[in-house]
């Protein structure tokens, strides 16, 4: 199973951008997929991830960013609008499939900056 991110880049503050994350090599359907994010020097976070039960977003970016799933194709995306130079981060896609038990995959990684 690999995870493979694009879209990130350099934006200004206050633009938008989005980020795809499409699965490869895998024959069933995610029970959830989302994204988490590290910036330097910090640990890594959650951003938005989608499930069966709904969508959970981090406080920091409710009414900013919006994910979005094709649960049929196992892709994942996140919209972000309105950029703050605290967004700058490397982010990851992440999926999980409960099998016996819970497993979890993480995409490489995308950066996004944020110019002020």
Do not use: H
């Amino acid at each position: 199973v690999q995870l493979q991110a694009s879209g990130g880049g350099l934006v200004q503050a206050g633009g938008a951008l989005r980020i795809s994350c499409a699965a490869s090599g895998v024959i069933f359907i995610f029970n959830s997929m989302g994204w988490y994010r590290q910036a330097p020097g910090k640990e890594r976070e959650l951003v938005a991830v989608s499930t069966a039960r709904g969508i959970t977003y981090a406080d920091s970016v409710k009414g900013r960013f919006t994910i979005s799933r094709d649960r049929a194709r196992n892709t994942v995306y996140l919209q972000m609008n309105s950029l703050k130079p605290e967004d700058t981060a490397v982010y990851y896609c992440y999926a999980q499939k409960r099998f016996e038990r819970l497993i979890d995959y993480w995409g490489q990684g995308t950066l996004v900056t944020v110019s002020s």
